[in-house]
């Protein structure tokens, strides 16, 4: 349960080598015990340069797609995990786990402690988990608040030292490499016995507890009498608890109104410490029950210094918050389009915003653009080919707005306008934004007056809820639309 | 000579980095290793630079030491340099600890004889278990750390050498009961619970003693240095592999613990359990995995133990947990989900109307819209589960609009195709596309009702984007024949439908020399022949040729030998040219099985290679020529009268495929020069073939007969000898017309050579006997080129050349009811009995 070698390779496309090595770190401890399971199987870590070229060319990023590679292209090779095995010399390393996620590839061989002939199943391979777990670690601290190249050079400059710390000889011992970080800087502090390994340090300061709900919802809304609309609404909570003593223990209780469906498919961080087992019974999967538990739900935990997702959850809420309809009518050079929309009468009109952007894609610049609108303002974006109704804070009385107009475009030119793989043809949607503070889809809320907390002094608890959209797509009714899960696992 | 400075350390560092064994090969290598040891005691350099000095170390030991003596000696400098550290604070501590253990476990100086291990490893568990060290090691404010340094190094000396902390399981217990940092304690605790139970076997009992001792067991060394390493079976930790089907491997089935043993170890599985939500979640996996596998097969250790853990677990957004029990909530294999998503399944669909999704088939992942798919490893691995769902699925009715898993499937595959489709999109999409197709085909090969439309749905796509072929190729390559054969008929038919002179030619090419076959030569030459003509370059007309030798494996067939011949003409390439030469050639020599030989070893004709003694015979036979009947009848046709010389005309009928027929011929009484063989490519029965033109080369202008022999290759590959019956070559086949004379002047022309005839010539007068017909049919049967002058129906001049150089001239004149009376001249009196009898023989004949 090791990695025999950690990289991090930037993806530049368009240069001669379409990528850099940014850090590498190799475990030689490791190493030795790869060759001693591996035995006559055993192939070395490379030095970068050929790593670098190997791994690229088998992720498809040297750029050099132009011909078809039939050990790259080839139907057969189906990779369905981000496992791979890269030629070295005559041999092929393996397992290589690697993942490219902005422009950044993330990479580690794990070690097969065991022979590797016959090549054993994956799921055998503890070093994957924990490999993958170190690769998102890394991830997540070179991009969480970061803004700038120079913040991310500054993280990069900071890996080897983090890397001491949370994975000194391979195996590793956290993948929140914020913990390490914070971990050096408390490395004066004396500390007791019996202290979590995510709690780094302590806190001073004046106690308070912050706990906000935030919803997502998503839709995919066809207007079709053949494909079934879909709607879900994913919750998460986070918490954020400035609390002194070294093992505070905080009581955060979610509830639900009266006939609210029930939470599902609830997921807990791992500072939660313990959990009734019938929190975990209600899953949108199995089709339990859903009367059988409904609340409060409770989660007793030892807060992290820093700000965390104490919990996701998902709900079957009845009705999408926005019911669409968009219609495209393709006359000549011209399209004629239609878009209603109509808030729920059960939803909270009063919005922070709220916006319904029409991209039109794989054509050229709008022209000419003549529309009527019955409610919020339309701006046009016309290189963009994109126009963006503004409805904003409230819908009128009625629920209902309209949009109606002709839309014109010119010549396409390939490089200006946006291109897309899915909007092919008639193929289009609209795509809505929105966000509601002092509410959720669901209904939870966190009541502060029942949030526990067993610590030195009387804590500040504030509770904030919103429901803002995610992938709220409405598609054009009159032409095909990727449909998603649909109606592939509804019964009659 | 001072120390390199730190910049000169850190150009060095650099130049190492970019290629370790260049840089070590080269003259600044040799010393590295050693300066960089020396340079660690230096006071010159700051702690920083020293810190990235040992950080190198903890990297490249096995390069900078690459033995075990060299090993042995940087550990022990490396120790050297950690206790002469001044009491303050450091920054050197940690890095020297790991550098040490680096050292003697990358070097392979780990063992009893190395007395840097000796010195290491007590330091090390005295750090790890809180003790005081005498003489102060490090301040207070820098133990917590070194403390936990330490047990990493002991943990990663205890997984190169498995059992080493056998002994000192109880202090370690012991340490982790009291204060101590709980992650790395525990984790230290349980690898080498985990290998003392695995090694268990070889080391005897006495696991209670262990556990319970406070300070470490006593004997001669508290290091179990041999356990590891005096047994033929090696050491997997992750073996037996999963599914856990052979626990007898490592032995375990066969501990058997004593109660006492069992409750002790029950407690101190149980002790690190329950601190186990104090370890970060990667640690906990970890714990769990390991306990999980000390304690797989062993009595007395019920599983219930992990139940707290495992339901916080399950519900846990990270775990990260390699499944002791159920599979962890996301699939550790897949690449992460946006991180705003629990890593679960998301919430289910909802019917118009809000009526919950109640009752569900099996609960498989849902695809998500393509717009969100970037990565293709997630729509593969679905596509598969849909896959298994329709398989699956074929036994239910057809659930009805949109119910069917079915038509789903077709949707995401033509999602794929449109994609793959669009002009100048990247390869990926293709290859998503195709991948795609061939798990289809590999899940549903039986269920036409899902080939067909993919079927139809690749041809439309090729129609699209030709540029694709090569992929087409790929997956004609891989998949099977339910596919393959319907996909290989509907992308011919796609091609040979293309005009010859399409842009995507090449492409065309490509793939047609994969998909042709039996059932579509005809098509197939005609598209050939079209684009034959739009080939200018080697690469094109080699693809041509490609796709001829394709037809050649597949049989040949009427028309590729023409075409052969025709390219064998045509290409500008000489290299094309001889290709095309080479082809026919074998066609014409070779065919059925040998064909395919002669263009590859396949494994369609494999006994041809291999089966030497059973070839001897039938070798032989092909290569002697055998006698045979005529595959084909031969007669004269009707007369050709052009040219300088006669020509015989012979229609050919054939009787039998032949190829590279040669006929040859032999004239009766050397009258005639000897004549030409006659050469045809191939004949075939179904086939019309051209009549064949004999060029007779007269000495004496006198009727004979030609004996006619056959050499030819059977369509086994056989070369045949057969004898014709003799052909009739009559006095008339001679006959040549004399040049056109002026207009207007034929009869002054006729009657010149009338003259010229006598006084060395001769004459005579033969009745000719008329049919029905009269005069004028018969001079219009069989004189009519030969007329020179004429007055019709009553007066006819006929002029006749018989090469090499003689004359005939007829006049019929006043022609009576039963016959005309035929005056005749010639220049050379042997004719005139020839001639009689000719014109004898148009009287019988009418």
């Known amino acids: ?492 | 000579m001072g120390p390199p400075s730190r910049e000169a350390w850190a150009q060095r560092l650099g130049a190492f980095r970019a290629s370790p064994c260049a840089f070590l090969a080269g003259p600044q290598g040799e010393d590295l290793g050693r300066e960089l040891l020396s340079d660690l005691r230096s006071d010159k350099l700051s702690e920083q630079t020293k810190v990235s000095l040992l950080a190198l170390s903890l990297e490249y030991a096995a390069q900078l030491w690459p033995d075990a003596p060299a090993a042995e000696a940087a550990a022990a400098s490396l120790l050297d340099t950690l206790v002469l550290l001044p009491p303050r604070p450091s920054a050197l501590r940690r890095p020297l600890l790991l550098a040490a253990t680096t050292a003697l476990a990358a070097g392979g100086a780990l063992g009893p004889a190395s007395g840097a291990a000796c010195r290491l490893l007590p330091l090390l568990l005295g750090l790890a278990l809180g003790r005081d060290l005498g003489r102060g090691f490090g301040p207070a404010s820098e133990q917590r750390p070194l403390q936990a340094t330490a047990c990493e190094c002991l943990r990663e000396l205890e997984s190169c050498q498995p059992g080493l902390l056998r002994a000192s399981l109880g202090p370690l217990r012991a340490g982790l009961a009291q204060e101590g940092p709980v992650q790395p304690l525990s984790l230290l605790l349980a690898l080498a619970l985990h290998n003392a139970l695995a090694l268990q076997p070889r080391a005897g009992a006495g696991l209670q003693g262990l556990l319970t001792a406070r300070v470490a067991a006593a004997g001669d060394s508290p290091w179990s240095w041999t356990l590891a390493g005096d047994s033929d079976v090696p050491f997997e930790p992750q073996a037996p592999s999963w599914p856990e089907a052979e626990e007898g491997a490592r032995g375990l089935l066969a501990l058997e613990l004593s109660p006492e043993e069992s409750r002790e170890l029950r407690a101190t599985v149980a002790q690190l359990l329950d601190a186990s939500y104090l370890l970060a979640p990667v640690a906990q996996a970890q714990l769990l995995w390991l306990l999980c596998r000390a304690l797989r097969g062993l009595r007395g250790q019920p599983p219930a133990l992990f139940k707290p853990q495992l339901v916080r677990l399950l519900g846990t957004a990270h775990p990260g947990c390699p499944a002791p029990g159920p599979a962890p909530p996301h699939p550790p294999l897949l690449p992460p989900l946006p991180p705003e998503l629990p890593r679960k399944l998301s919430a289910g669909p909802r019917r118009r109307g809000g009526r919950p999704a109640a009752a569900r088939a099996p609960a498989v992942p849902r695809p998500p819209a393509p717009a969100l798919c970037t990565s293709p490893q997630p729509s593969l691995a679905r596509l598969h589960l849909l896959c298994l769902l329709c398989a699956e699925d074929t036994e239910e009715d057809d659930r009805g609009q949109g119910g069917s898993p079915q038509r789903y499937l077709e949707e995401l595959l033509a999602g794929l195709r449109q994609r793959a489709a669009l002009d100048g999109g990247p390869r990926a999409w293709a290859t998503l596309c195709f991948q795609a197709s061939y798990l289809v085909a590999h899940c549903l090969a039986g269920q036409p009702a899902v080939l067909t439309p993919l079927v139809r749905g690749l041809a439309q796509l090729y129609r699209a984007r030709p540029v694709l072929a090569p992929h087409f190729v790929d997956l004609l390559d891989r998949v099977g024949p339910e596919l393959g054969e319907p996909l290989r008929v509907a992308l011919c038919r796609e091609v040979v439908s293309r005009p010859g002179g399409d842009a995507a030619l090449g492409w065309h090419l490509q793939v047609l020399a994969r998909v042709v076959g039996a059932g579509s030569q005809s098509a197939t030459l005609h598209f050939l022949q079209a684009a034959a003509a739009h080939c200018p370059d080697w690469g094109l007309q080699q693809a041509l040729l490609r796709v001829c030798r394709a037809l050649l494996g597949s049989g040949g067939g009427g028309g590729l030998a023409d075409l052969l011949q025709a390219l064998a003409r045509w290409l500008e390439d000489p290299d094309g040219r001889d290709h095309a030469r080479l082809y026919y050639v074998l066609l014409a020599h070779l065919a059925g099985p040998k064909l395919g030989l002669a263009l590859g070893p396949s494994l369609a004709a494999p006994a041809m290679a291999s089966s030497l003694v059973a070839e001897n015979q039938g070798f032989a036979a092909a290569l002697m020529v055998r006698e045979a009947a005529a595959p084909m009848r031969l007669s004269v046709g009707p007369r050709v009268a052009t040219g300088p010389c006669p020509v015989l005309q012979l229609q050919v009928e054939a009787l039998e495929p032949a190829y590279s027929l040669e006929l040859r011929f032999r004239v009766e009484g050397q009258l005639y020069a000897p004549l030409g063989a006659v050469h045809v490519p191939c004949l075939c029965p179904s086939r019309p073939a051209s009549p064949l033109l004999l060029p007779l080369q007269p000495r004496r202008p006198a009727p004979t007969r030609l004996h006619v022999q056959a050499l030819y290759t059977t369509p086994a590959g056989l070369t045949c000898h057969a004898r014709l019956p003799p052909l009739t070559v009559t006095f008339s086949h001679l006959f040549l017309p004399f040049p056109q004379a002026p207009r207007g002047a034929e009869p002054g022309f006729f009657e010149e050579l009338w003259d010229s005839c006598l006084p060395g010539g001769a004459e005579s007068r033969v009745w000719c006997a008329l049919g029905p017909q009269g005069l004028e049919t018969l001079v219009s049967c069989h004189l009519e080129p030969f007329v020179v002058a004429a007055r019709p129906p009553a007066s006819y001049h006929v002029a006749i050349r018989l090469p090499p150089d003689s004359k005939l001239l007829l006049r019929l004149e006043a022609p009576q009811v039963d016959g005309v009376p035929v005056a005749l001249r010639t220049d050379d009196w042997a004719l005139l009995p020839l001639a009689a009898d000719y014109l004898r023989g148009l009287s019988a004949a009418a």
């Open chain 1, 1 to 492: 349960m090791a990695q025999r070698a950690v990289w991090l390779i930037s993806h530049e496309p368009g240069t001669p080598r379409c990528g850099t090595v940014k850090f590498s770190r190799r475990y030689p401890t490791v190493e030795k015990r790869a060759s001693v399971h591996n035995g006559a199987n055993y192939v070395p870590v490379p030095e970068d340069g050929p790593f670098l070229k190997a791994l690229l060319s088998e992720l498809r990023l040297l750029g050099d797609d132009k011909d078809f590679v039939e050990s790259r292209d080839s139907c057969s090779r189906i990779n369905k995990t981000s496992i791979y095995g890269l030629p070295v010399g005559s041999e092929e390393l393996w397992p290589v786990v690697a993942f490219l996620k902005n422009d950044m590839i993330y990479a580690c061989v794990p070690l097969v402690e065991q022979t590797l002939n016959p090549r054993p199943p994956l799921i055998s391979i503890s070093g994957i988990s924990q490999g993958l777990e170190l690769l998102f670690g890394i991830q997540d601290f070179l991009y969480s608040g970061q803004k700038s190249d120079t913040e991310l050079n500054t993280k990069l400059s900071q890996l080897p030292e983090l890397l001491l710390q949370a994975c000194p000889f391979g195996t590793l011992l956290d993948a929140n490499l914020q913990n390490s970080l914070d971990n050096v800087g408390f490395a004066s502090v004396t500390q007791p016995q019996k202290q979590p390994a995510w709690r780094a340090g302590t806190y001073k300061g004046k106690p308070q507890v912050s706990i906000s709900i935030t919803e997502k919802v998503k839709s995919m809304q066809y207007g079709k009498q053949d494909i079934a609309d879909t709607w879900q609404v994913v919750g998460a909570v986070t918490c954020k608890c400035d609390l002194e003593g070294f093992m505070p223990n905080v009581t955060v209780s979610l509830h639900l109104p009266t006939n609210g469906s029930p939470l599902q498919d609830i997921l807990v961080h791992p500072c939660v410490t313990s959990l009734d087992s019938a929190i975990l019974t209600s899953s949108s999967v199995d089709g339990m029950d859903d009367s059988a538990f409904s609340g409060p739900y409770k989660f007793p935990f030892i807060p992290p210094l820093e700000s965390f997702n104490l919990c996701y959850y998902t709900s079957q809420v009845p009705v999408p918050p926005i019911l669409g309809f968009y219609q495209i009518k393709e006359e000549d050079i011209q399209l004629k389009i239609t878009v209603n929309l109509k808030l729920h009468e059960s939803i909270k009109n009063t919005f922070e915003f709220c916006e319904a952007h029409i991209p039109f894609y794989n054509r050229g610049p709008i022209t000419h653009l003549e529309y009527k609108v019955s409610f919020g303002q339309l701006e046009v974006f016309r290189e963009k080919g994109l126009l963006v109704w503004i409805i904003g804070q409230k819908f009128p009385k009625s629920m209902d707005i309209s949009l109606s107009g002709t839309v014109t475009f010119g010549a396409k030119s390939h490089e200006k306008q946006p291109f897309d793989p899915i909007c092919i043809g008639g193929t289009a949607y609209l795509k809505l934004h929105f966000r509601i503070l002092d509410y959720t889809l669901t209904g939870c809320y966190a009541d502060q007056h029942s949030v526990q907390v067993f610590a030195s002094g009387k804590p500040k608890i504030s509770t904030h809820r919103k429901l803002i959209s995610s992938d709220y797509y409405i598609w054009n009714s009159k032409a095909p639309a990727p449909v998603t899960y649909g109606s592939l696992l509804l019964l009659p």
